[in-house]
Every structure is written in structure tokens, then in C-alpha cells.
């Protein structure tokens, strides 16, 4: 066997450095990607929520089916970045039904741009009154869940 010259500090350091590099690549090349604007969103509000001191998980990279993206302060959250606060809303459902409920049953908080925040609540009370929410039948609710 031959004897490898590098002290084992170095040869950690380098791999640890070779690893550490590509999760940052593989993690920053999903931004270019066609929803890649919503990621980085994502990681914006993460970030600040995280510098407000809340307590804050990302759970979105696990790409779990009708999965939270974020936890913060035990509320599950499902970020929608999408040209329109309607289409934001509109990205929110499948076959007319609406996809993203908590562990307990209760609608996840969706996050949508702040500028596109009452077109969302409007396509969304809109969604409710046509029953396509289950367990929810008051438009207003709608600014609970927007």
C-alpha cells in the first residue's frame, strides 16, 4: 500500500470543500431552472423570517407531493410565486380541488408576492364560494389562508 504524503487534516479539509461545493452548486443551479425565481423567493423569506428570530425549517427540497415548503413558528406554508396573484391561487389546486392542507387537516398558509396579496385573496374567496376548498365555506377566510 502507499503511503499517502498529506496530513489526514488536509485530505479531510478537501473533501469536506470538494462536498460542500457542489451542494452549494446543485442548490444555486436551481434558481435557473423555469420556477427558479420561486426558489429564491423561498430562500429570501426564509432567510428574513430567520433574521426576525422566528423558527424557521425549509421543507420544500424534498419535493414531497402537495408538501409545505416552509415551517415558520409551526405554521406550514406553501410559497406560490406565479405572474398573477390569480395564477398564484390558481397553482394552489388540481381537478378543481384545492391540494395543500396541514398534518391536522387545516389549510397550509399560502405565500404569494406581497404586490399580487389582494388579487390572491380575491381568486381565493372566489375558489370557496364555489366550494372547491374542502372545509372551508366562508370567502372570507380567505385572508387566512392567503
Do not use: W
Amino acid at each position: 500500500m502507499e503511503r499517502n504524503d498529506k496530513p489526514t487534516g488536509e485530505i479531510a479539509g478537501s473533501q469536506y470543500s470538494n462536498v460542500t461545493i457542489s451542494e452549494t452548486t446543485a442548490g444555486m443551479e436551481k434558481f435557473h431552472a423555469r420556477q427558479g425565481h420561486g426558489f429564491a423567493a423561498e430562500r429570501a423569506e426564509h432567510l428574513n423570517d430567520y433574521l426576525d428570530g422566528k423558527e424557521v425549517r425549509i421543507l420544500g427540497d424534498d419535493n414531497a407531493l402537495d408538501g409545505a415548503d416552509r415551517i415558520v413558528n409551526g405554521y406550514e406554508i406553501q410559497s406560490k410565486y406565479c405572474a398573477s396573484g390569480q395564477q398564484c391561487v390558481a397553482a394552489c389546486f388540481k381537478d378543481g380541488r384545492f391540494r395543500y392542507y396541514s398534518a391536522n387537516g387545516k389549510t397550509m398558509q399560502i405565500e404569494v408576492p406581497a404586490d399580487m396579496y389582494d388579487d390572491a385573496v380575491q381568486a381565493m374567496r372566489t375558489r370557496i364560494s364555489n366550494g372547491e376548498v374542502e372545509g372551508v365555506t366562508n370567502p372570507k377566510y380567505a385572508k387566512k389562508i392567503i
